[in-house]
């Protein structure tokens, strides 16, 4: 575990009279659901040996800063998470409000309101982990050689932060976190198609690796193609956004639960239809700007500049040229006219000249 007592708990965030003891739950819970996933297996496992070494052994340059940063991230979530289990205690008359004369309980709303600020706090300090460590990749071999990179480099779009400058909301770091199988979705079945699974891999394999290295013509080529990314995840997570599936079955999301005072409890649910209109247009939008990465890839494509997609193109241009001349072949032998134009299944509109 990355604390080991309170005082260095309130360094990293505002809490009360509260024990230590009645915590650590909470942080082993957050160091499992929120840290490990970052840096990695490896990564934390050392990084907990070397502190509970300390200061018998100081920490290294490097992990002090880590543990920083990662403290930076772990308080916010611990109290996140022990919040709700503060607010009852549990005895032989059963589950009873933790409350006295001079000590009220709080609102909901008030609870709402400082889970949720606790929650983006961590998750923005969990980017700002992620920031440090790929500025500072070379003093932390156990990460980028964890499954946990692996992941982390999976998609395009890798960050809340990056995902809002492409389509900003009000709560980027909650919605990014649900939307990330949406995005893998839309990457692997729109994106993947459309520029074809050479390329697509091509650039997937480049952008997996520490060190990517991208061209001037790829970095445009992906920029285009995040924004596309952006707008039809966006699309595509509306529906799996207005509702929630747990134990209880799949429920419709509402405001009930916040007070009027707090500012959430004064929105209501969008109506289908501006659901519907917000879905339409981000989808339109998403196709334009994949559509503007297909022109790039078609105006720069070469034997020398992205490749596979070349290479792709020559391929199906051949075919269609091939099968043209054999169905030529066949209705001069039989004697029958025919338009053996084959332009319009090309592929990719605008054809791609031998």
């Known amino acids: 575990m990355l604390f080991s ?46 502190y509970a070494a300390s200061p018998a052994t100081p920490l290294s340059a490097p992990f002090e800063k880590l543990l920083f940063l990662i403290r930076e991230a772990l308080g916010p979530l611990a109290s996140y998470i022990y919040i709700p289990k503060a607010e009852v205690q549990l005895t032989d008359a059963g589950a009873l409000r933790a409350e006295t004369a001079n000590n009220k309980s709080a609102f909901q ?33 156990d990460w980028t050689g964890s499954n946990e990179f692996k992941k982390y480099r999976s998609l395009f779009i890798k960050t809340a932060g990056e995902f809002d400058l492409l389509f900003s909301s009000a709560t ?25 699974t050479p390329q697509y891999t091509a650039l997937k394999t480049k952008d997996a690796l520490a060190n990517p290295g991208f061209t001037d013509e790829e970095m445009e080529l992906l920029r285009l193609l995040k924004h596309s990314i952006a707008h039809y995840t966006v699309s595509k997570a509306i529906p799996r956004l207005a509702v929630t599936m747990d134990a209880q079955g799949i429920t419709v999301m509402t405001t009930s639960a916040h007070g009027t005072d707090d500012a959430l409890g004064k929105k209501t ?29 078609k105006a720069t ?4 500049v992205f490749v596979p997609w070349y290479n792709e193109q020559l391929a199906i241009a051949e075919a269609a040229a091939a099968r043209e001349n054999n169905e030529r072949a066949e209705c001069e032998g039989s004697g029958t006219p025919g338009d053996f134009s084959d332009s319009a299944n090309m592929g990719i509109s605008g054809g791609f000249t031998l």
């Not at 983006?120 to 070379?138: C, D």
């Not at 770091?173 to 198609?193: A, H, P, Q």
């Open 5 to 50: 007592n309170i005082q260095e708990i309130k360094k990293h965030t505002e809490v009360g009279a509260i024990s230590f003891a009645a915590l650590t739950k909470s942080i082993r819970l957050a160091e499992i659901q929120y840290i490990k996933p970052v840096i990695g297996t490896a990564l934390y496992n050392t990084l907990t040996t070397a």
């Open 109 to 141: 709303y008030q609870v709402n309101n400082q889970r949720a600020q606790l929650f983006t706090e961590g998750i923005m300090m969990t980017e700002e982990l992620l920031a440090f460590l790929e500025t500072n990749k070379a003093d932390y071999t």
């Open 172 to 196: 980027p770091y909650r919605n990014y976190y649900f939307m990330r199988s949406v995005m893998s979705d839309v990457e692997e079945l729109l994106i993947k198609k459309a520029i074809g």
């Open 269 to 297: 649910a969008a109506a289908d239809n501006q659901l519907s209109q917000l879905q339409r247009q981000s989808e339109t939008d998403g196709g334009t700007w994949l559509g503007e990465a297909l022109d790039y890839l």
């Open 301 to 304: 494509a070469s034997n020398t």
